[in-house]
């Protein structure tokens, strides 16, 4: 052979070398990338071939899938679309799938290995193969209360169930019709998708999880937290109140809210500075403890800049960083560069609720094969343990006084003691508002975190009463 035909015959055999390890890195190595990927329309187009598994809450499906007559043998629906979107997310044949419809995708579609065993007897018996079943933790009444009470606004709610972290509510709005990306009607579901990609604020952000913002005075409690356990406090210790705080190395003054004095006398007990939010207490109780206690109890917290999954990807809350006393003062008031997601809020408040105990958050409670029976179940897990049993009685009592004698009256439920704490941040617009909280206080069963954003008002105001909602009509639903 001469020199020209052996370069040729080397070339083509170096191409059909790359081509050879091309296919097999495509169809071995990325393979599960691939078919993972949401945008990936032939697998999904393939999977409408097979009846997909429902999402299930409180015995009601919240996403099924029934038959058609067209060309993709089954239609995604969504009975109570927008009320569920946040958590349940969308499938469809243009833009994939999104939420639980994406974390959960595996059992949904029936290509979960568990479920092999399946696979293998339909293909002997001829049955027509179908996904797994998902139920979630959501609490129907808690649900529908909470996306009723953000009606009109932008913001989310929270509530879990502080004994063992089960979500119990997770709304989100503006929210969306995920009935109308999941049709079979490809450019109805492109122009529903520009409709809300032009929307502002995006209706398809679940704001409990993925986004996370200045908490204002929720953060007091994390505050009161490290005061407590560093034992130089109690509840009746007496602190510094003055009507202005000149923050150090700074030429700024910290104000409390609208300018008020806290105390005639400048002190005042820190279940009273709690009680009425003062935010000058606050900001130089954060300065005596130092920012290593601050940032040790905002992490133990679950403050930690880590986020997780629910099985829901949840961005992490931070506490930010701080340079110097002038910014530990605005920090320890839940400004500066503190910022939580709804979720972790809702945290904090059942954490305390739970005698210190932090359990993660979880948001799928069974799944379960075709035939119904059970093939994983989530079991509560601790998290961490922020502060003691006693520790947290004495937070208990002092948000019980925030909702009997304080900013959060708006939250009183007749006959049920409340603990709980409102927040106002600061922020570009408008200020948000918050509150978390937790009843009974005595015996908890639900702790809530309402966000409302740039709701203009106070988290007292604002978004109390929509905590005293959901927690009444989850409470009266238990028979309490």
């Known amino acids: 052979m001469n020199a020209p035909l052996r ?47 429902s999402i299930v809450v409180g015995g009601t499906e919240v996403a099924m899938s029934t038959a058609t007559d067209d060309r993709l043998t089954y239609l995604r629906q969504y009975p109570q679309g927008p009320v569920y979107a946040p958590v349940t997310g969308y499938y469809s044949l243009v833009y994939g799938n999104s939420q639980v419809e994406q974390t959960e995708n595996d059992l949904l579609s029936g290509t979960d290995a568990r479920l092999f065993t399946r696979r293998i007897a339909d293909l002997f018996t001829g049955r027509n193969p179908s996904g797994g079943d998902v139920v979630l933790t959501l609490d129907p009444t808690v649900q529908e209360t909470a996306m009723a009470g953000l009606e009109g606004v932008t913001g989310a709610v929270v509530a879990l169930d502080p004994s063992t972290g089960a979500v119990l509510g997770m709304a989100s709005t503006p929210t969306y ?27 398809r952000l679940n704001r409990a999880i993925g986004d996370r913002y200045p908490p204002g005075s929720i953060f007091k409690v994390v505050v009161s937290a490290a005061a407590l356990a560093s034992g130089q406090y109690t509840p009746d210790t007496v602190i510094p109140a003055p009507q202005e705080f000149p923050l150090p190395q700074s030429t700024q003054t910290l104000e409390n809210f609208g300018g008020s004095a806290c105390s005639p006398s400048g002190e005042q007990s820190l279940i009273d500075a709690l009680t009425i939010s003062c935010n000058t207490a606050f900001a130089e109780l954060g300065i005596a403890l130092g920012e290593d206690r601050v940032r040790s109890m905002a992490e133990a917290f679950g403050i930690d800049g880590d986020g997780f999954d629910t099985p829901l990807p949840v961005q992490g809350s931070t506490i930010g960083d701080i340079q110097n006393d002038a910014q530990l003062a605005t920090s320890s008031i839940g400004q500066q560069d503190v910022a939580l997601t709804p979720l972790q809020a809702a945290m904090i408040a059942s954490a305390v609720a739970d005698d210190g105990r932090l359990m993660k958050p979880h948001l799928v409670a069974q799944l379960r094969a075709p035939d119904l029976s059970v093939i994983d179940e989530t079991d509560p897990e601790e998290l961490s343990r922020p502060v003691t049993p006693e520790v947290a009685q004495d937070l208990t009592r002092m948000m019980r006084s925030v909702v009997d004698e304080g900013s959060g009256r708006r939250a009183r439920i007749p006959g049920v003691q409340v603990a709980g704490k409102t927040g106002t941040a600061q922020n570009a617009g408008p200020d948000h508002n918050w509150f978390i909280g937790f009843a009974p206080a005595d015996d908890p069963e639900i702790a809530v975190a309402v966000f409302v954003a740039n709701g203009g008002g106070t988290g007292g105001d604002v978004s109390a009463p929509i905590a005293r909602q959901v927690m009444q009509a989850y409470l009266e639903g238990q028979g309490g």
């Open 177 to 203: 019709d995920p009935n109308q990306l999941s049709s079979h009607d490809p450019q109805a579901i492109r122009d529903y998708w520009a409709q809300l990609g032009a929307e502002r604020p995006d209706p």
């Open 7 to 53: 370069r040729v015959a080397i070339s083509v055999l170096v191409l059909f070398t790359l081509l050879i390890v091309n296919v097999n890195y495509i169809q071995v190595v990325r393979s599960d990338e691939l078919r993972a990927d949401p945008g990936n329309t032939r697998v999904l187009a393939e999977e409408y071939d097979r009846e997909r598994g």
